[in-house]
């Protein structure tokens, strides 16, 4: 049996860890995936094949697996999810133990109560506004963004598909990946479904003189501003 202290800062303890089994073991070849040594199911392009019979994954704009359906067009899956990737209660959703890839159409690892989601480069933990346990391995082309934080705080717009960079995707009416393109600093967006256009450089112009002037604004009025000695000077009696 397994003994330690609990973890610091965490509400884990001794008992947690002793529960901790390797009831099941999972192994991955390629699209083949195994559970305890067995072939359990292939990956395909928008679904998965499982004990002979086909499953397929509806998606919304974002690519999060929302519905999972058979091959006769039955759903077996509902998933609905809070913006940084958490499932709804059961009270929303249906067959949760159907199938693990979900938000992103990242596998979903709720064993031993870890809820995290692997993004390949390192794992997100939807439960805390999906911070990522780790720092982000390209973090110098986001400085200035916590290496750690999930699409720059903005689920609804980006999505990172490795756990190292932004995205925008653009699926079709069949839920197939349309159109992508990487994000990168200096870049915005137009809407209708186009993609990120460059900054013309008149706008950064703009707005860096613009910058400027509320600068130097800022600190004409914060210079004119009395000092602590005279503000003591004037509130003591004559």
């Given at each position: 049996?397994m003994?330690?202290?609990?973890?610091?800062g965490?509400s884990?303890?001794?008992?947690?860890?002793?529960?901790?089994?390797?009831d099941k073991?999972?192994?991955?070849?390629?699209a083949?995936?195994?559970e305890n040594?067995?072939?359990k199911?292939i990956?395909?392009e928008n679904?998965?094949?499982?004990?002979?019979n086909?499953y397929?994954?509806?998606k919304?704009?974002?690519?999060?697996?929302?519905?999972?359906?058979?091959?006769?067009?039955?759903a077996?899956q509902?998933t609905?999810?809070?913006p940084?990737?958490?499932p709804?209660?059961?009270?929303?959703?249906?067959?949760?133990?159907?199938?693990?890839?979900k938000?992103?159409?990242?596998?979903?690892?709720?064993?031993s109560?870890l809820?995290?989601y692997?993004?390949?480069?390192?794992?997100?933990n939807?439960?805390?506004?999906?911070?990522?346990?780790?720092?982000?391995p390209?973090?110098?082309?986001?400085?200035?963004?916590?290496?750690?934080?999930?699409?720059m705080?903005?689920?609804m717009?980006?999505?990172?598909?490795t756990?190292m960079?932004?995205?925008?995707?653009?699926?079709?009416?069949d839920?197939?990946?349309?159109?992508?393109?990487?994000?990168t600093?200096?870049?915005t967006y137009k809407g209708?479904n186009?993609?990120?256009k460059n900054?013309?450089?008149?706008?950064?112009l703009f707005?860096?003189?613009?910058?400027?002037?509320i600068?130097?604004y800022?600190r004409a009025?914060f210079k004119?501003l009395?000092?602590a000695?005279e503000?003591?000077?004037?509130?003591?009696?004559a």
């Amino acid at each position: 049996m397994m003994t330690a202290q609990p973890i610091s800062g965490t509400s884990f303890t001794e008992a947690d860890i002793n529960n901790l089994s390797l009831d099941k073991i999972m192994h991955y070849e390629g699209a083949l995936l195994g559970e305890n040594w067995a072939p359990k199911k292939i990956l395909i392009e928008n679904g998965y094949i499982e004990n002979g019979n086909y499953y397929f994954y509806i998606k919304d704009h974002l690519g999060n697996n929302r519905v999972v359906v058979d091959a006769q067009g039955t759903a077996v899956q509902y998933t609905d999810y809070y913006p940084f990737g958490m499932p709804f209660d059961d009270s929303y959703n249906t067959g949760k133990d159907v199938q693990p890839y979900k938000f992103g159409g990242k596998e979903y690892d709720t064993r031993s109560g870890l809820n995290l989601y692997d993004f390949h480069a390192r794992q997100q933990n939807p439960e805390i506004a999906g911070r990522f346990t780790t720092m982000d391995p390209l973090a110098e082309k986001y400085y200035s963004w916590s290496p750690y934080v999930y699409c720059m705080n903005n689920p609804m717009k980006y999505v990172d598909p490795t756990g190292m960079e932004l995205w925008l995707y653009e699926y079709d009416e069949d839920g197939n990946e349309k159109n992508k393109m990487r994000y990168t600093p200096g870049m915005t967006y137009k809407g209708d479904n186009e993609y990120f256009k460059n900054t013309p450089g008149y706008v950064m112009l703009f707005s860096a003189l613009f910058s400027f002037i509320i600068s130097a604004y800022s600190r004409a009025v914060f210079k004119r501003l009395p000092s602590a000695a005279e503000i003591t000077a004037i509130h003591q009696p004559a």
